[in-house]
C-alpha cells in the first residue's frame, strides 16, 4: 500500500509540486510519510505547514525513503544519484526518474545495476489528480511494478509502457498539455472577437473541453465519430471545421507533436 510507504522527492520543482499536492489529497496519505528536498526550501513553505518533511539534504531524505523520485533536470540526474548513492542501503529501495530523455541504461551507470528503477512521465494535472503517466521500470516484480502504478493512480491515471516510448509518452501525456491549453487559449480568443467576455468565453471553452474529453473516456469513442454527430450538412461546424483544415489546423498540431518529439530525441 502506497500510504504506508515513506516517499522523497528529491529537487522539488513544478512538477514534483504536482505530484506532493497530488498524494496529499489522499484520504490515507500521511504528510509525514512525505519528505521534500530543494536547494532553497523557502517556495517548499506550503508544504511544511501542512506537516511534509521540507529540507535540502538529499542524501539524508533518500536514505529514510522507500520510494525516491528524482523531480530534477535531466543534467543533473546522475549527479544526484551520484550523491545519493552511498545512502542507498535496501535492495527494496525504488528510484523513480521524472527527468526527459534520461534512459534506464544511463542511470545504471551511477548506481547499481541491481537497483530497483523507474522511470515516469507524469504531468502537470497531477495537482488535480487528474494526470496521464505512463512508466516503465527495470530490475522491478510485479508487485513493485503495481505499487507504483498506485503511486501515480493516485494523483490520475497510470500506463505501464516499453522504455522505447517513453520520449512518444512524454510528447503526448505532458507537452500535450500545453498544446490542449494553446487550442483552449485560442478558442476563447474567437469567441471574445464574437461577442463574450473573456470569463464567459472561458467558461463555456473550459466546460466544452471537458466535457469532449469525459466523452471520449465514457464512450471509448473515436473523436470522428462523435464529430459526425455535431456536424450536419450546410451547418455552422462543418464550415468552421473546413475552414481550420483550410488552415492547416489538423497539420499543424502533427507537425508540433513531432517537432517536440524530434527535440528529445536528439
Given at each position: 500500500?502506497?500510504?504506508?510507504?515513506?516517499?522523497?522527492?528529491?529537487?522539488?520543482?513544478?512538477?514534483?509540486?504536482?505530484?506532493?499536492?497530488?498524494?496529499?489529497?489522499?484520504?490515507?496519505?500521511?504528510?509525514?510519510?512525505?519528505?521534500?528536498?530543494?536547494?532553497?526550501?523557502?517556495?517548499?513553505?506550503?508544504?511544511?505547514?501542512?506537516?511534509?518533511?521540507?529540507?535540502?539534504?538529499?542524501?539524508?531524505?533518500?536514505?529514510?525513503?522507500?520510494?525516491?523520485?528524482?523531480?530534477?533536470?535531466?543534467?543533473?540526474?546522475?549527479?544526484?544519484?551520484?550523491?545519493?548513492?552511498?545512502?542507498?542501503?535496501?535492495?527494496?529501495?525504488?528510484?523513480i526518474s521524472?527527468?526527459?530523455?534520461?534512459?534506464?541504461?544511463?542511470?545504471?551507470?551511477?548506481?547499481?545495476?541491481?537497483?530497483?528503477?523507474?522511470?515516469?512521465?507524469?504531468?502537470?494535472?497531477?495537482d488535480?489528480?487528474?494526470?496521464?503517466?505512463?512508466?516503465?521500470?527495470?530490475?522491478?516484480?510485479?508487485?513493485?511494478?503495481?505499487?507504483?502504478?498506485?503511486?501515480?493512480?493516485?494523483?490520475?491515471?497510470?500506463?505501464?509502457?516499453?522504455?522505447?516510448?517513453?520520449?512518444?509518452?512524454?510528447?503526448?501525456?505532458?507537452?500535450?498539455?500545453?498544446?490542449?491549453?494553446?487550442?483552449?487559449?485560442?478558442?476563447?480568443?474567437?469567441?471574445?472577437?464574437?461577442?463574450?467576455?473573456?470569463?464567459?468565453?472561458?467558461?463555456?471553452?473550459?466546460?466544452?473541453v471537458?466535457?469532449a474529453?469525459?466523452?471520449?473516456?465514457?464512450?471509448?469513442?473515436?473523436?470522428?465519430?462523435?464529430?459526425?454527430k455535431?456536424?450536419?450538412?450546410?451547418?455552422?461546424?462543418?464550415?468552421?471545421?473546413?475552414?481550420?483544415?483550410?488552415?492547416?489546423?489538423?497539420?499543424?498540431?502533427?507537425?508540433?507533436?513531432?517537432?517536440?518529439?524530434?527535440?528529445?530525441?536528439?
Amino acid at each position: 500500500m502506497i500510504s504506508t510507504m515513506k516517499i522523497a522527492i528529491i529537487g522539488c520543482g513544478n512538477l514534483g509540486a504536482s505530484i506532493a499536492n497530488g498524494l496529499l489529497k489522499r484520504d490515507d496519505f500521511d504528510p509525514k510519510n512525505l519528505t521534500l528536498t530543494k536547494r532553497h526550501v523557502d517556495s517548499l513553505s506550503g508544504f511544511a505547514v501542512l506537516g511534509v518533511n521540507v529540507q535540502s539534504d538529499n542524501v539524508s531524505a533518500a536514505a529514510n525513503a522507500d520510494i525516491i523520485i528524482l523531480g530534477v533536470k535531466p543534467y543533473n540526474v546522475a549527479p544526484i544519484l551520484a550523491e545519493i548513492k552511498p545512502s542507498l542501503k535496501s535492495k527494496d529501495q525504488i528510484i523513480i526518474s521524472l527527468a526527459t530523455g534520461i534512459t534506464l541504461a544511463e542511470m545504471y551507470q551511477v548506481i547499481d545495476s541491481s537497483s530497483i528503477t523507474f522511470r515516469a512521465m507524469p504531468n502537470i494535472a497531477a495537482d488535480i489528480q487528474e494526470s496521464i503517466t505512463c512508466i516503465c521500470a527495470q530490475n522491478a516484480d510485479s508487485d513493485q511494478i503495481k505499487l507504483v502504478s498506485e503511486l501515480f493512480d493516485g494523483i490520475g491515471f497510470t500506463i505501464p509502457i516499453d522504455e522505447s516510448l517513453m520520449e512518444a509518452a512524454t510528447v503526448l501525456g505532458a507537452c500535450g498539455i500545453a498544446y490542449v491549453l494553446r487550442f483552449m487559449r485560442a478558442m476563447i480568443q474567437g469567441g471574445i472577437q464574437i461577442g463574450f467576455d473573456s470569463v464567459t468565453a472561458s467558461k463555456i471553452v473550459n466546460q466544452t473541453v471537458k466535457g469532449a474529453a469525459e466523452l471520449m473516456i465514457q464512450k471509448n469513442m473515436h473523436p470522428e465519430a462523435a464529430i459526425d454527430k455535431v456536424t450536419t450538412p450546410k451547418g455552422c461546424t462543418i464550415v468552421g471545421l473546413n475552414e481550420m483544415e483550410h488552415q492547416g489546423f489538423s497539420s499543424a498540431m502533427v507537425r508540433g507533436v513531432i517537432a517536440s518529439y524530434e527535440k528529445i530525441a536528439k
